[in-house]
């Protein structure tokens, strides 16, 4: 009997688990129910990445988690793998097969994967990476970091943290205005909501952050551009790619979020991430004429990652929807466990689409010869 394994690969700053918080939570529920609802056996892995860790030493780390989790290949086994935003890097840095990314004998399981998709990925990078990789901009990233697993527990962060947040991104020279005191003052605030379990949890997750920041680097336009041109795709497995972009801010989407302050500073969050992400990175990214058709150009964005950077392999959609959304990080309090959005962006995702984009995700897995 076919056994389907689906690994799971988290991004930037992605975790398996803090507590009941889930970075594949929802994802990986969707699959599960997925797979057995058509009858196949399938077992659905959450792979832990060091968060910051340079890409080769992830790639190392997904290799790790395959041979573990299947001590030995069999002709039945189906492999996918299944990267959000930097873990689509991982799969295709791994599927290239090279020695010296794992002291043992891959092939077996390499030749058992059948798919790599790819959502949300920085295939030529973004330049928001640029803008993160000074030690002020790093701590800064540790705080949003902090806010979007505040996000996903508690459904929103507090009104006073969120307004300093969305001003402390100062676009317009791309220097900051603020300084360490305050961020270290917006990151304590936010942790003194968890419980001392959670703290602890969190502190050692930021912990392993500190000791190993080689990603930022290697994730600016600049560095990017040699890796796309030089990471081949593995003959006989199929590559995809899921775009995401989400709507452009500006006074229109201001005067949509009406009076309530904490929906004017989450968008005043999300248009200087926008900003941001949809800056020059001096490495031109053209689009296609597919995307040209509907409207798509460099400066087109999910909030971290540049939509036309997000191209590899086959295309397998363009949605509407910001960075997280497609992990099921979206505004849904019917669903159980309940969803919270991380950004209000507009872009309507929601429980139809992402189920949608999902179903179409195993769809094509299983369709691979």
Not at 204 to 221: I, K
Not at 289 to 299: F, N, P
């Amino acid at each position: 009997m076919e056994t389907h394994h689906v690994f799971l690969v988290p991004g930037f700053f992605g975790f398996t688990h803090i507590g009941t918080m889930a970075y594949w939570g929802h994802v990986e529920q969707f699959l599960t129910e997925s797979f057995a609802a058509r009858g196949l056996s399938a077992r659905v892995h959450s792979v832990r990445t060091p968060p910051t860790a340079s890409l080769r030493k992830r790639a190392s780390t997904l290799c790790a988690a395959m041979i573990d989790a299947i001590p030995q290949p069999g002709s039945g086994d189906r492999i996918y793998l299944l990267g959000h935003s930097t873990g689509g890097l991982d799969a295709r840095l791994l599927m290239t097969g090279q020695p010296w990314l794992s002291e043992l004998e891959t092939a077996p399981w390499l030749d058992r994967v059948r798919a790599v998709v790819m959502v949300a990925t920085p295939h030529k990078g973004t330049p928001t990476a640029s803008f993160f990789a000074s030690l002020l901009g790093q701590r800064l990233l540790e705080v949003l970091s902090l806010a979007t697993i505040h996000t996903v527990r508690f459904g929103s962060i507090p009104l006073s943290v969120m307004f300093k947040l969305a001003g402390a991104l100062s676009l317009a020279d791309g220097r900051f205005g603020f300084s360490r005191t305050l961020l270290d003052q917006l990151f304590d605030q936010l942790l003194n909501d968890f419980t001392p379990d959670r703290r602890l949890q969190i502190q050692s997750f930021f912990s392993e952050v500190n000791q190993e920041q080689a990603l930022l680097t290697q994730l600016t336009p600049e560095s990017m551009d040699v890796f796309d041109g030089v990471v081949v795709q593995r003959p006989g497995v199929g590559y995809y790619s899921v775009v995401t972009r989400s709507p452009r801010p500006g006074l229109r989407s201001s005067l949509q979020r009406g009076l309530d302050p904490y929906a004017q500073a989450m968008h005043g969050l999300y248009h200087g991430l926008h900003r941001l992400a949809a800056s020059d990175s001096g490495v031109p990214m053209k689009a296609p004429e597919s995307l040209r058709l509907m409207g798509i150009t460099a400066e087109d964005n999910d909030g971290i990652v540049p939509t036309l950077s997000q191209l590899h392999g086959e295309l397998l959609k363009v949605i509407d929807a910001d960075h997280l959304d497609v992990l099921g990080h979206f505004r849904d309090s019917v669903s159980h466990p309940p969803h919270y959005d991380w950004l209000v962006t507009g872009a309507g995702f929601d429980r139809g689409r992402f189920e949608g984009l999902w179903r179409l995700i195993v769809d094509t897995l299983l369709s691979q010869p």
